[in-house]
């Protein structure tokens, strides 16, 4: 790419990298790769599952379910009703989020198998393509998208990436399990460019539940993307740069879109979550958890007076001293301080609604003093938290955590995630866990092995069936 201006060179790095994802086959992918995509597949749908009762998702898939119309595409809850795959995938993904239990990647500030598994899964579901389609189309849509995110980079998240990278990871998803032409493809990424949504990041700061439902609003866009594109109706191979570095004002990082294609799987630096908030927390809670461990008397936080917390740029700005939202909460610092410290973790309830009101939640979020840290550290710890607890007789607990577990320096154990999958999902589809189990193993084989020539739907079938 020598000689060219930066916009030329996004242009020829996206057509390199279309045209190289389209002649991908599940055989060109490494066994370790698919299995790791499994795993986000099962990590998200459990994601989906847990959030099945929350009241504002059930007012909304009761709205959806009774339009219709009627299909052969699931929702990820307890009466596995089927609808058309545009009306499953937009439910699911509305609930995919919603606890932040879905996994992210590591490497830029996107979530892409949020974007790219509810309609994906869902097509597949209904269009009865097989297990291999979907881990194949799976990978290489989280490719594409995580490396939109890589190349185009915002130093002050302003445009939350939930709302401008959505419909680029759908019509992916769409594209590659379709298996659109690479000019098709690129015609339709270009057109999807333009169609993300303006969704402030603000949002989630303050805890504005639509900032739940713009990995849902893409997938409308998505289809529309692809389908101008085969009617002739398409931007630019250079249109991506044109959007975000242009005109929003991204920083331009052209090369991340091409190297290490075929060796650097995106989905290998993606991260799975415990903890029921912004993953810009977790070390933050880790720090917690490891002065509760050597000072289990500090559990409840009585007598606490000050939390004392240097962290990243990014969990600096998680600052809300008040949530009034559950969202609100899972990216408030203050509150996830608070909390781990009366708890004694970062689960679901240390964020759950009754957790804003607790007053002795409430007291602790007012004493959380945070501080950038001296300088910034190198990935992957550029996410640090340096944690100091002053207790009222003036003793000072401290604990740091330089990377949260999860992310790809610190992997959890394959155990440890299936358990996790399993907590979330078993009562809902008792054969989830089993399932992606026995396909993660059989990934070992050959890549036309019969459980992956096995249909997608009948894999679902399998989640909910406890025999």
Known sequence: MKNMTPREAAGQGLRELVTWAARQELSDIPVDVRQKTLMIIADDLAAIISAENEPQIVAAQTKITARGPSGSASLFRQDRAKLAPLQAALANALAASWNELDEGYRKAVCHAGLYTLPILLALAESENLSTAEVIRASTLAYEVTARFARAWRFSTLTIHPHALFNTVGATAAIGFLRRLPAQQMLDALSNASTLGAVGPYNQALRGALIRNAWAAAGIFNSFQAIEWAEAGIAGLAETP?????????????????????????????????????????????????????????????????????????????????????????????????????????????????????????????????????????????????????????????????????????????????????????????PGLTRTMQALHSDCNGESDCVALAKPWRAVVDQFFNLA
Not at 244 to 268: C, K, M, N, P, R
Not at 270 to 289: D, P, R, W
Not at 393 to 409: T, V
Request: proline share 5%.
């Open 241 to 429: 740069h044109d959007v975000y570095h242009e005109t929003l004002g991204s920083e331009a990082h052209i090369q991340e879109l091409t190297v290490g294609l075929g060796v650097d799987w995106a989905v290998s630096s993606g991260y799975h979550k415990i903890y029921a908030c912004c993953q810009y927390a977790h070390s933050s809670i880790e720090a917690m958890s490891e002065i509760l461990l050597t000072h289990p008397e500090l559990q409840g936080g009585a007598d606490v007076i000050k939390i004392e917390l240097k962290t990243h740029s990014l969990g600096v700005s998680l600052d809300n001293q008040e949530p009034l939202t559950t969202l609100g909460a899972k990216f408030s610092m203050p509150h996830a301080l608070a909390a781990s410290l009366v708890y004694g973790h970062g689960g679901a309830q240390a964020f759950g609604t009754e957790s804003i009101s607790d007053q002795r939640v409430a007291r602790l979020r007012q004493q959380v003093e945070i501080q950038l840290t001296d300088k910034p550290l190198p990935w992957p710890q550029d996410r640090p938290a340096f944690l100091t607890l002053v207790t009222t007789d003036g003793h000072r607990y401290s604990a740091n955590c330089l990377s949260a577990r999860g992310g790809p320096d610190r992997p959890f154990s394959n155990e440890d995630l299936w358990a996790k999958i399993d907590e979330l999902s078993s009562s809902t589809a």
